[in-house]
């Protein structure tokens, strides 16, 4: 049987529909809007840097320019719409999901009781019956009201006290849940008291799990190899990614196609039957700045056969040996990335200091393309609490 080839146009046009980056970024961006956001996306990674803003927000920000930092907040501490957990990394993910999260719990009490022990200091372990008694009697606490007493460690970020590594395993296997946020810190209750009783108390068997978490994620993707589908909770083991994408494949659920690169190679891949038959329009052709995080562009080399974007973050490679800057957040216009941009939001001076634009190579800034591009730096600068934008002598660099 001939296999059906997904054109590399049709490909993007597909993979940003269901990324949430075709249409314009409209909307409400708060309450059932934004809550049909991060539905459709799966999840939204979470993280601290906030050079621009938290990655979180800037992901929805790309998608809904009326969203604003205490929408989120509203629906992961107030409404529950959301809650708090682990994909590939911590994240928000929609609360009706929390069933199928109890493989993840399982599965990393394991996982982590093992790797912690190696390489978290010792005596975890001891601690968390106190932890948990405390959580437990006293109410909610962050990770600075346990271990107290304890050596705190020299070994930087992830050199955790034994009550701190208490305390997030608990979290991970599912015993503790984040009910709220002091800053950017954790605090920590009862799963019990966290989680609305009609999801607390619903079971799913591994089975019916695996098939939800690899539907879901064919559905986010459009396309995927059984790797893809693995990756993209990163709950299923590849071989029960392969194994599902096997019996699905026999049963006529999925079929196979070649899904064409940037540069014309083939990759097989799985998708829905119907995927050759959908009629997708072309993004509008929007300037839109990107989260570095961003799930578009997570798996840096679906990023790169798709887009032809060479896309790594340089925040760990020593500064002489760096292309780009620190940190430089992803430019996409339309189904185009178009370059990459290093900008800090000076909160105290009120301005989005951009240093630099790299456009792509055969990207040309004309001067359309460079007033869309001002537009959405004020944009940018306005939601990031700036009221102006400062360029460097020299920012707009020439393309490669």
């Not at 108390?201 to 994620?217: I, P, Q, S």
Request: charged share 25%; aromatic share 10%; glycine share 8%.
């Amino acid at each position: 049987m001939t296999i059906p080839v997904l054109r590399n146009a049709a490909a993007r046009h597909l993979f940003l529909v269901r990324h949430g980056l075709a249409g314009r970024p409209s909307g409400l961006g708060r309450g059932t809007d934004l809550q049909g956001v991060i539905d459709d996306l799966g999840f939204v990674q979470l993280d601290s840097v906030n050079t621009l803003a938290r990655a979180h927000d800037l992901i929805l920000w790309s998608r809904r320019q009326q969203y604003r930092p205490q929408a989120l907040q509203a629906l992961l501490h107030h409404d529950r719409g959301v809650f708090e957990h682990w994909t590939h990394d911590a994240a928000a993910i929609p609360m009706q999901f929390f069933p199928h999260w109890r493989l993840r719990f399982s599965r990393d009490a394991v996982r982590l009781g093992q790797t912690w022990k190696e390489w978290r200091r010792a005596g975890f372990t001891e601690k968390m019956d106190a932890v948990l008694a405390r959580v437990s009697d006293d109410g909610p606490c962050t990770s600075a009201d346990v271990g107290t007493n304890e050596a705190k460690g020299s070994g930087g970020w992830w050199d955790w006290h034994p009550s701190k590594t208490a305390l997030e395993f608990l979290w991970r296997s599912g015993q503790l849940s984040v009910t709220h946020r002091v800053g950017f810190r954790k605090v920590y209750d009862l799963t019990e008291r966290v989680i609305p009783p009609e999801y607390l108390n619903a079971k799913r068997h591994v089975d019916e799990t695996v098939e939800w978490l690899c539907a879901g994620a064919l559905d986010r993707l459009g396309f995927a190899t059984s790797r893809e589908l693995a990756a993209f909770w990163d709950t299923a083991t590849a071989a029960e990614a392969k194994a599902w994408g096997a019996a699905a494949l026999a049963d006529g659920r999925v079929i196979e196609v070649d899904v064409e690169g940037m540069d014309g190679t083939l990759r097989r891949s799985l998708a829905w039957p119907d995927v050759m038959d959908l009629t997708v329009a072309a993004p509008v052709p929007r300037v839109r700045i990107l989260s570095p995080f961003d799930p578009a562009l997570r798996d840096r080399t679906r990023a790169e056969r798709l887009f032809g974007f060479d896309y790594r973050i340089e925040m760990f490679v020593p500064a002489p040996q760096r292309t780009y800057g620190y940190y430089v957040f992803p430019v996409m216009e339309g189904d185009r990335m178009i370059g990459r941009i290093d900008m800090k939001a000076d909160r105290g001076a009120a301005c989005l200091n951009v240093t630099a634009f790299w456009p792509e190579d055969g990207v040309r800034i004309g001067a359309g393309r460079l007033r869309a591009l001002k537009g959405e730096l004020g944009r940018a600068a306005r939601f990031s609490g700036c009221d102006d934008v400062c360029y460097a002598a020299g920012w707009l660099r020439r393309a490669g």
